[in-house]
């Protein structure tokens, strides 16, 4: 039976990955769903590809756009707008898998809607969890959705654990491993003048600008922290991240004989798209091979708190209570489009960061609209901060 999916954030570099993959394996998925925040082009091709049956864009001029587009071939696809219409498609019948693809903070309502619609969902948006870590996986458990992660650290992990409860399975420890980003061996004295084209040339993955930059000061390895905390049921204080420049070790796991399970292969994230697509089954992912003897070394380090303060923030956010994640995640979302934008410099991100914890005092996390009141707070005195520096 084909597998009907709906891929929100199918523009970016994640959502190019499963389409790549699906194209591959087109006896096996169809898409129902797309979705887009303003690449209208790029969405149109897909859709032009793929003929799904809705497409899903942010605004209303941009529906209208790819709503001419689209009548000019007569394509039959749908075109809606707007963080409702997203909520609405991930729950129809139609639907068996999200792929949760959007970046940042703006997926986390239609990802925890298809998580209350009990769907399977393949998940690489981490913010989801970063901000409603207890709440998601409790809607989960409560649908019996089904949660597989996208993200080649998290599925690397499921991976070697084969699904089963670290608590139950003598699990020690779990080791996210990190490439360092463009600025590992970098002079600290030059970090400032970055640029972020700089910042956005990650030397082994090809993602977005935001994730790139998150990669470049590593932030992005302390809300994966967060992030496996809830999806492998581990407390973070089990959790550790290990700079690995090679990206070839995607993670490990140390169980308590002291055995150690890694999951390998070239960094390109088809392999755990085509891995979470098919799962328990194994299917095609355009990957290249790996020749271990063409490798010269791998090598691991601790991550530098000195030159990645940003991380060394994440991992005290780590141990406050949940409305901190939440700050965390909005303060860098802020920041990071600041430094895109040139109005920052790249060391000014963890000065608005830190500044943001600071001003915010924590709060009960119980409801959605607990975790976005303190997700609208942080934004606005992040930006205060930025237009003071």
Known sequence: MLQRLCV?????????????????????????ALSAHCNIKKLFRQCLEFNPIVAIVSEPHHAIELQAHLQAVQSRTEVCCGIEALCEVVCVAECDTVVAAIVGAAGLLPTLSAARAGKKILLANKEALVMSGALFMRTARESGAVIL?????QNSIFQCLQGCDPELSGVERLILTASGGPFRTLSLASLRDVTPKEACAHPNWVMGRKISVDSATMINKGLEIIEASWLFNTAPSRIEALIHPQSIVHSMVVFRDQSVLAQMGNPDMRMSIAHAL???????SGVAPLDLSQLSALTFEKPDLVRFPCLELAMEVINQPPAASIVLNASNEVAVDAFLSLRISFTDIVR??????????????????????????????????????
């Open 149 to 153: 992660p996208l993200d080649s650290e």
């Open 278 to 284: 098919a799962y328990p089954q194994r299917i095609t």
């Open 352 to 389: 608005v960061i830190d500044r943001t914890l600071q001003r915010i005092d924590s709060a009960p996390v119980n409801t959605i609209d607990d975790i976005l009141a303190i997700d609208d707070q942080a934004r606005r005195v992040s930006r205060e901060s930025i237009a003071r520096l």
């Open 8 to 32: 929100l954030g199918s523009t970016g570099s994640i959502g190019d990955s499963v389409l790549d993959v699906v194209a591959r394996n087109s006896d096996k998925y169809v898409v129902y």
